[in-house]
């Protein structure tokens, strides 16, 4: 299957600082990628969807000068979580989406493995 | 009410045993339905897919959608200790169509 890889898989920040996480699909151009995060025991919860060369789309209550979103390339996605604060620790997954996979209806996200973020 | 529930257990059964993982949902739109395994501190991965009603088997693995019931189950036959994780069902409308994901039943199987 298709392989998304995600950098830094952990992070440690200090509160009010900047980090940027990156999404790289690694054999497959992704013109759409999404943005999750989960809690601990809670389910992943969209952040974001991402289109490449366009803004992307935030879910409800998802501040999006918060969470600046870039996709700047069919292969790569960023998230920076400006001016961290300790409630967004959490861990953020990205899944992009393979348009040559799947049936004609039904396309296969894959996911990242994840970056753990700690704001102190 | 939450577009998927899911039981977030902790379920645990002897190896061997059949286990069975099921989410209702609530949204008669939804036509695709995943089911995800996640082990801790992993992103998610895919285990099987299946559009609208029926069965799909997967090896040790069968997924069933009764849309009538908006209801999914995962069976996993001859449980082992490497099926430990978590197990995550999701759907969606279709292509273009956000995942909805449900929390998540954690699973451990005991050698």
């Known amino acids: 299957g298709a392989v998304v890889s995600q950098h830094p898989s952990w992070v440690i920040c200090k509160s009010g600082t900047s980090v940027k996480i990156e999404c790289r699909s690694l054999d497959f151009q992704a013109t759409t990628m999404f943005w999750y995060r989960q809690f601990p025991k809670q389910s992943l919860m969209l952040m974001a969807t991402s289109n490449e060369g366009s803004k992307a789309t935030y879910e409800q209550g998802v501040e999006k000068d918060k969470f600046l979103i870039n996709h700047a390339s069919l292969t790569l996605s960023t998230l920076t979580v400006t001016s961290a604060h300790p409630e967004d620790s959490s861990f953020y997954i990205c899944?992009?989406?393979?348009?040559?996979?799947?049936?004609?209806?039904?396309?296969?996200?894959?996911f990242g493995p994840g970056t753990r973020l700690t704001v102190l | 009410q939450k577009e998927v529930e899911q039981d977030p257990g902790p379920l645990s059964v002897p190896e061997g045993a059949i286990v069975s993982l099921n989410c209702t949902y609530s949204?008669?739109?939804?036509?695709?339905f995943m089911w995800y395994r996640q082990y801790s501190r992993k992103g998610p991965e895919l285990l099987m897919y299946?559009?609208?009603?029926g069965n799909k088997e997967d090896g040790r693995f069968t997924a069933q959608v009764d849309k009538s019931s908006k209801y999914i189950s995962l069976f996993i036959r001859d449980s082992q200790p490497s099926d430990s994780a978590t197990y995550l069902c999701?759907?969606?409308?279709?292509?273009?169509?956000?995942?909805?994901f449900g929390t998540g039943t954690s699973l451990t199987v005991i050698p």
């Open positions: 899944s992009a989406r393979d348009p040559s996979g799947g049936d004609n209806t039904y396309n296969e996200q894959f």
């Open positions: 999701a759907m969606s409308a279709g292509t273009g169509n956000q995942f909805y």
């Open positions: 949204n008669s739109a939804f036509q695709y």
């Open positions: 299946t559009y609208s009603s």
